[in-house]
């Protein structure tokens, strides 16, 4: 025991405490009972094709398709996107809608694998020293193997690999604050060594001079394990091992940032602006099986855990495994239920039904009783009593912004930096009044978000608008000149014409005609233009011709008309 | 006697000296069209569908710096009123055409396999959001449509439908929690 507290102790950086933060139970140890476990490959397999942050992917396989284990189902759409993996070999079933693990409860695209319980992988490309490889190379790689983040939002991972900025420290999240969840753990005390060496491979990857790598004081074995793997591998002069003291939320990015350096990431700016870039050890290890083993992304260990299950624990799970597949598995009482969360406590969100597939970013999966999780007792009004305010870690003044939230004034809420908000529920946490205040920062996020996006269409739409405007006055303009400049060659013309024969006062379109014809008639030799003409013109043009043609003429009308007036004895 | 001249002198000294700053001012300062009509444009919402009775949204805009109604605009609903009303620091009206608050979004969709590709439906749209030619079968661009429903009755064989767009996960929100209560008391008013 003495050594252990030494090992948790012994880390000699100063460390910077939290702004805020509070200390909800833990309840992390009914699921570190056991090692991580497996469970049987389900018969069908549900691929959201939004797995992460920003487009969806695209199917690049047809219903029917034969796939294997690891093989392209669909490719990232657009930058910041992430392909997708069979997690298993089978057969493609379909690819519809299907209810997705999203608090609105929609579903959506879907991606659905039979498994033949073959398992049999695609060709895999291994690499034997990374270090041979350009970063470049490596970072395609890890973008190729559709990892995107594994703790929170799940962000595309190379995206933050490539931001082309300096990049001084990598930290390595181990933190996991959020009550319940223990996958982070448990992969630190089973898998230290591959953390270690994805590690590495990020340090690489980003030239970083330092690598932190964060974890809470409540998890002595994963900091054992992790100490006792990096004093063996070959770079532990250039990685350390940071114990800080638990408390939520430590493990957001900002607030990890924060503690283990001192410094605050600036409002809108990203912590890459800082020389920094943060990586779970989820996403860790996922990256040295892709760049090493060339695995892709295809499973994740998620916790099991809630007062409904017999064995809660830890399990490796394939993504688009269904919730209540695992359930089962961890002996699920269905009439024990309550509320089925994915997610924790604080960040989560529950939802309905079972068959909701587990994706790349569930860490966790709470099947809670009805006591365990009671319904939130009713609002009461706010008696400003700011602890909310003592509780925030983003030093944010939740009370305004719940006034502002209320009375929907968005600027003043945007005033208030309510983007800076991490929505971790510190602050609902410890209201006496238990007034749901991260669901009023969550719903006018979203209406500032429709009313940004309105604005940008509107925009759009208003320039497209105008460039149409613009269009159909450079068509009238042209139009225009066109007839101006027909009527001033006519013009011209005539003052020829006027020029040539002062004597003759003639109407000028007549006059134009007549000279444009009888210039052709004369450029033809001989052969009539065939030029409709009015009947004015056309007794002008007569008289015009010579006695003999006169009479030529006058013999084909003459002809014409009776042949008009004949037309029916002609049939007869 | 003689002070009075010289605060005459002074005052028209004065005069004369802002006279000419004003003078200058106005010429090399001089603002080009009304300002104010641009802020009305920055807030209407640029679907151009002439619901307002006037042929587009910067129209409507000068009329309303002209002295025009504020809530002739229905894909603005009430929140562009409120908007205008601030920004003209005049009284907030209700919006003209009705309860319809929270106007739905709407956009145009041609059941292709009608079209017959009269070209109709594009001189109308204000946009240039639907993408055809004569004889050919036409569509709308979704992400530029901006719902005026203009193309609908120009299109002789009726193949054009306004369609609300459907929320999915990515447009999806959390709804604000529904509570009134201000005051503690109001709940128990509630409960009586």
């Not at chain 1, 996991?176 to 590495?200: F, K, N, S, V």
């Not at chain 1, 491979?201 to 054992?224: F, R, S, V, W």
């Not at chain 1, 700011?386 to 209320?406: D, E, I, R, V």
């Amino acid at each position: 025991m003495n050594a252990q507290t030494n090992l948790i102790a012994s880390s000699e950086r100063k460390i910077w405490p939290l702004t805020g933060g509070v200390h909800p139970e833990e309840n992390k140890h009914q699921s570190t009972t056991r090692p991580i476990g497996s469970v049987p490959l389900p018969e069908t397999l549900v691929l959201p094709l939004s797995q992460h942050a920003g487009t969806p992917a695209e199917p690049v396989v047809a219903v029917g398709d034969k796939v294997l284990k690891g093989q392209l189902i669909a490719r990232a759409s657009g930058v910041i996107s992430a392909p997708l993996h069979a997690p298993s070999s089978g057969v493609i079933s379909a690819i519809e809608p299907r209810p997705i693990p999203h608090p609105s409860g929609f579903s959506e695209p879907c991606i659905v694998l039979s498994t033949d319980g073959a398992e049999q992988w695609c060709e895999l490309t291994t690499i034997d020293d990374y270090r041979q490889l350009p970063p470049e190379e490596l970072v395609a790689k890890v973008r190729a193997a559709g990892i995107s983040g594994m703790g929170g939002a799940g962000f595309p991972t190379a995206i933050k690999l490539s931001s082309g900025l300096s990049i001084r420290t990598l930290i390595i999240n181990g933190t996991e604050c959020e009550p319940y969840i223990t996958a982070d753990d448990m992969l630190m005390r089973e898998q230290a060594q591959t953390i270690i060496a994805g590690a590495e491979i990020l340090q690489y990857m980003l030239g970083a001079d330092e690598c932190l790598i964060g974890i809470e004081d409540n998890k002595p074995e994963a900091i054992m394990a992790m100490r006792t793997a990096l004093s063996q591998s070959a770079s532990a002069d250039k990685m350390e091992i940071v114990v800080f003291p638990t408390i939520y939320p430590s493990g957001g990015e900002k607030q990890l940032i924060q503690i283990l350096t001192g410094q605050e990431v600036p409002s809108g700016k990203l912590p890459a602006d800082l020389g920094i870039v943060m990586q779970n050890v989820g996403t860790a290890v996922a990256v040295k099986e892709a760049v090493v083993d060339g695995k892709p992304l295809i499973s994740r260990i998620t916790t099991l855990t809630g007062a409904a299950l017999q064995t809660p624990g830890n399990v490796a799970v394939l993504i688009g495994t269904p919730a209540h597949h695992l359930l089962q598995h961890a002996g699920l009482q269905d009439s024990q239920l309550g509320t089925l969360v994915f997610g924790g406590p604080m960040m989560g969100f529950s939802v309905e039904r079972l068959d909701i597939p587990v994706t790349k970013t569930a860490n966790c999966i709470i099947a809670a009783t009805r006591s365990e999780f009671p319904e939130a007792p009713d609002p009461q009004a706010c008696i400003r009593c700011g602890h909310c305010a003592q509780a925030c870690p983003a030093s944010l003044l939740p009370q305004q912004l719940y006034w502002h939230a209320k009375a929907e004034n968005y600027e003043q809420l945007l005033h208030h930096n309510l983007f800076d908000c991490i929505e971790c529920g510190a602050c609902a946490f410890v209201c006496p009044s238990a007034i749901p205040l991260v669901q009023y920062y969550r719903a006018s996020k979203g209406v500032i978000r429709t009313l940004e996006a309105k604005q940008v269409k509107s925009e759009r739409s208003k320039a497209r608008y105008e460039s149409r405007l613009a269009r159909m006055a450079q068509e009238s303009a042209e139009k225009e000149a066109k007839r101006q400049a027909n009527a001033e060659r006519a013009a011209r013309l005539k003052a020829a014409k006027a020029n040539e024969q002062p004597g003759v006062v003639e109407e000028d379109p007549i006059q134009a005609a007549i000279a444009r014809a009888k210039a052709r008639k004369a450029a033809t030799a001989g052969q009539p233009a065939r030029v409709e003409l009015s009947a004015k013109q056309k007794e002008l043009r007569f008289s015009s011709l010579s006695p003999g043609h006169r009479l030529k003429r006058l013999r084909r009308r003459s002809a014409q008309h009776r042949l008009l007036a004949m037309t029916p004895r002609l049939h007869g | 006697m003689e002070i009075v001249l010289y605060a005459v002198g002074a005052l028209l000294l004065l005069a004369v000296l802002f006279g000419a700053i004003l003078g200058f001012a106005s010429i090399h300062f001089k603002v080009e069209g009304n300002p104010i009509v641009d802020q009305i444009n920055e807030i209407l919402p640029q679907t151009q569908c002439g619901q307002c009775g006037y042929p587009g949204c910067r129209p409507y805009a000068e009329a309303i710096a002209n002295g025009d109604a504020i809530n002739k605009c229905p894909p603005g609903g009430q929140a562009t009123v409120n908007a205008l009303a601030d920004l003209l620091d005049m009284e907030p009206q209700t919006l003209d055409a009705g309860a319809d608050e929270v106007p739905v979004t709407r956009i145009a969709y041609i059941r292709e396999a009608e079209c017959i590709g009269c070209t109709k439906c594009l001189q109308a749209c204000p946009v240039d959001a639907i993408l055809g030619a004569a004889k050919q079968m036409h569509t709308v661009l979704a992400d530029e449509c901006t719902g005026c429903d203009l193309c609908v009755d120009p299109c002789p064989v009726e193949c054009i439908e306004m369609r609300p767009v459907a929320v999915t996960a990515r447009t999806w929100s959390w709804p604000l929690p529904s509570s009134d209560a201000l005051i503690a008391t109001d709940r128990r008013g509630q409960m009586l």
